[in-house]
């Protein structure tokens, strides 16, 4: 029976749309309840993530009293927004905001280019060794950083590249760096999507490799470009371990660096008098002015992380 | 004229042969290796002499104070690390403990949150933009901070207060072990951003038709799940499986890798000891990868044709 209906299974989807299925009909009755359990599960979800936020700006704005107070937990007493200036600039907030968009943006920028020209390579000529070497890039995905990181350390301290930015940038370059090795994959899946045709009509038309890659391959591969170069941004924004190796003066830090070491700072400031209550609100302020510019980004570019992972082709 | 003409085509002519001097094929792979060339320098000079050298110095006894000070030690390193050094083992199990918790977690809410917000219902796009937030502030720092000053079980669970409960009817050390695996819990969910993200690529991959064709022969929505979903998905699962591993060994909250930070820079300067610790380390995650990768891919199912 169910071999009959599955060999009849082609021509009911091209049935005319007035046709009901009835059993179109009877999964109605059910999907009110369906749907408001999904919504339940959904808001469920939603409250993990949007808790620590709420959590955040409420507590940024509460007075020692206030956080002393047992019974004031989401609404403080008033809006105590003294904690801001003073997170402002004990973090040196414009100094390390510029110190973490030099590296994030100089990164993206790199992994961005260098990973569309290698993954393009590697999804669409063919030579000898490709296979072999993309074996290679995924490879390299599974080294931990922290197991190379002596050597690298002694290369970049004798190149002079201490507390300097090039250990984040160079690398990017190459399409290495943070996460380098899966964005070039992303690139190769991407790339092996597209259409044949149009490449090959430019090339046919005496366009030269560089210029089929850069003039017709990579406007096409808009869509992974944007979620790379936003990943790339998030990544080296919120990266954390490489940077407190490579620099190790405080005006070279970037804001989550400032972040760790706001607490030990506050406290030699006030010569050790900061009262950990006061310093929670603080604390909160100050985390809130660092997530302020990947979340406002994020505002502006969710569309982009919501609607184009279908078309980057991330899975074949 | 005639002769310009002439120089023309003489010239076209000896230009022509010299091109095809080269055959296509020759062509296409100086291409190729145009193309993958600034991997493979930065691969050369970032990665794989990196690689060696650590390897060698893991052999050796090196201070960060004088790099050129170098002594051979053999395998005094790695033994160190077995027989004497009393941290690391212990750090070690621990980290692996955690993953082995952590990975099935990660993959289950994240292919679950994924389903959610794959369902064609209204406002659904806003819950998808809510539930990517850990991809753009689940910065380690910050989420460490928020779990230092309390954002954890406490915060989530005020309402029903499960820890109370445990504690009046179980006792106080299970009611700590809640409250433990609750915080733990919420810092594990904050790692779902990329899994999620793969596995809604993914769902969105399946053809409609199958499941068509699926409720067509009587499947219920649980049958659907098992029998056409989770097949399709399998490929998926892998990459998720891998990406998942390889994100939490080297997250860098964890323990060995902090220990190997602490010995290298904090503290210890002894960048030889380093190197061996990083070396094990590297190869345990090896190990554990290619287990996982080599048990689950007997259950992968490739649908259709995946020569390419």
Known sequence: MASVTSTITPFLIARPKWYRDPQIVRRRSITFLQRAFTYLVLIDIAFVFLVPIFYIMATSLKTSQDLSDPTIVWIPSGFFWINYPLAFFSMAYVKSLSNSLYISLGSAVGQTVSCAFVGYGFARIRFPGRDALFALVLFTFLVPPQTIIVPLFILYKNLGWINTYNPFVVPSFFGHGLKGALFVVVFRQFFKTLPWELEEAARIDGASAFGTWWRIMVPLAMPAVVVVFLFSVVWHWNDFFEPFIYLNRMEYFTLPMRLSVLSPSLDTATGGQASELFNEALVMAAVFLVIVPPLSIYLFTQRFFVESIDRTGLVE | ?308
Not at chain 2, 45 to 69: G, H, I, M, R, Y
Not at chain 2, 228 to 238: E, F
């Open chain 2, 1 to 308: 004229m005639r002769i310009a003409v002439a120089r023309t085509s003489e010239a076209l002519a000896g230009a022509g042969p010299r091109r095809r001097r080269m055959s296509l094929t020759t062509q296409r792979t100086l291409e190729g290796y145009f193309f993958v060339s600034p991997w493979v320098i930065g691969f050369l000079v970032f990665l794989a002499w990196p690689l060696f050298q650590s390897l060698f110095l893991s052999f050796n006894e090196l201070q960060a104070t004088s790099l050129t000070d170098l002594k051979w030690k053999g395998i005094d390193n790695y033994k160190e690390a077995f027989v004497i050094d009393a941290r690391f083992l212990p750090r070690l199990w621990e980290t692996l403990r955690n993953n082995l918790l952590d990975v099935p977690v990660i993959m289950i809410f994240s292919l679950f949150s994924a389903i959610l917000a794959n369902q064609k219902i209204k406002g659904v796009i806003g819950f998808r933009a809510v539930f990517f937030l850990p991809l753009v502030i689940g910065s380690a720092q910050v989420i460490k901070q928020l779990f230092a000053q309390g954002v954890g079980g406490a915060t989530l669970s005020q309402g029903v207060n499960i820890q109370e409960l445990v504690f009046e009817y179980i006792g106080p050390d299970a009611a700590a072990g809640v409250s433990d695996l609750l915080n733990r819990l919420l810092f594990v969910l904050w790692k779902t951003g990329v899994q999620m993200l793969i596995f809604l690529a993914g769902l969105n991959s399946v053809s409609p038709v199958l499941y068509e064709a699926a409720r067509v022969d009587g499947a219920t929505d649980w049958d659907r799940f098992w029998k056409v979903t989770l097949p399709l998905l399998s490929p998926v699962i892998l990459v998720n499986l891998v990406y998942t591993i390889v994100d939490s060994f080297t997250d860098t909250f964890n323990s060995v890798l902090e220990y190997i930070q602490m010995t290298a820079f904090a503290g210890g300067f002894r960048l030889g000891y380093a190197a061996a610790l990083g070396w094990i380390y590297f190869i345990v995650v090896f190990a554990i990868l290619f287990v996982v990768v080599r048990i689950t891919n007997r259950y992968v199912f490739y649908a259709g044709d995946r020569s390419g």
